[in-house]
Structures are given as C-alpha cells and as structure tokens.
C-alpha cells in the first residue's frame, strides 16, 4: 500500500499562483510514476501532469503547458505541483495518484491506470 497525503490548496485569485505538495508512504516512493489529476464539479477526472519516476520525463496536460510544472523529490518521498498564472476554470480538486513503473521510466497519463490516490486538496481561483 502506499498512502498519499495531499496539502496546498486554497483560494488565489486569477493570474495567482499556488504549490501543491504530496507527501508518500508505505512503499518505495521511487518505484512509482507520480501524477496530479484533477476533477471539477460535474464533470470527470482530468490528467494534469505526470513525472515519471527517476524524475526524468514529465507531461502534461495542454490546457496547463506552460503555467504547470510538475517535480519530484525522491529522498523526500515527495511530489510537487507548481501552478502560475491561475485561471478560474483552474478550479477543481486536486489529486496526487501514482503508478507502480519499477520497470520503465515512463509517465502515466490515464486516471485508470494509477494504482493508489490521495485524498485530494481543493484549489479555487476566483475572477
């Protein structure tokens, strides 16, 4: 099992920034590809970005290329999602999720395919 605990959200104005982290346990952190996802209101879970698990290949989503970036620190068994320039359709909860990749250094895109998920932590960006 691998437990994962979210923290960072809030409320930020349009054009703000924020930085989620996610804090893992219980299993080999780097062994997993790490990904944020998120889900608004009504609608389904989306992909955000993805890192795979040495670190070394990132993706993300195109509506957050270029505002996102996603990181890792492995010593720290930790996750970061790092968000600029907010957009008000940015609003949504935030989940960390990871993949288990012990042998590939690929990122994991799909929401199906993550194994474990955090609680989530709530972002809103007011206009």
């Known amino acids: 099992q691998v437990q994962l605990v979210e923290s960072g959200g809030g409320l930020v104005q349009a054009g703000g920034s924020l930085g989620l982290s996610c804090a893992a346990s219980g299993r080999t952190f780097s062994n997993y590809a790490m990904g944020w996802l998120r889900q608004a209101p009504g609608k389904a879970r989306q992909f955000v970005a993805g890192i795979s698990r040495s670190g070394g290949v990132t993706y993300y989503a195109d509506s957050v290329k270029g505002r996102f970036t996603i990181s890792r620190d492995n010593a720290k068994n930790s996750v970061y999602l790092q968000m600029n320039n907010l957009k008000p359709e940015d609003t949504a909860f935030y989940y960390c999720?990871?993949?288990?990749?012990?042998?590939?250094?690929?990122?994991?895109?799909?929401?199906?395919?993550?194994?474990?998920w955090g609680q989530g932590t709530q972002v809103t960006v007011s206009s």
């Open positions: 999720a990871a993949d288990y990749r012990l042998y590939s250094d690929t990122v994991t895109t799909a929401a199906r395919d993550f194994d474990y």
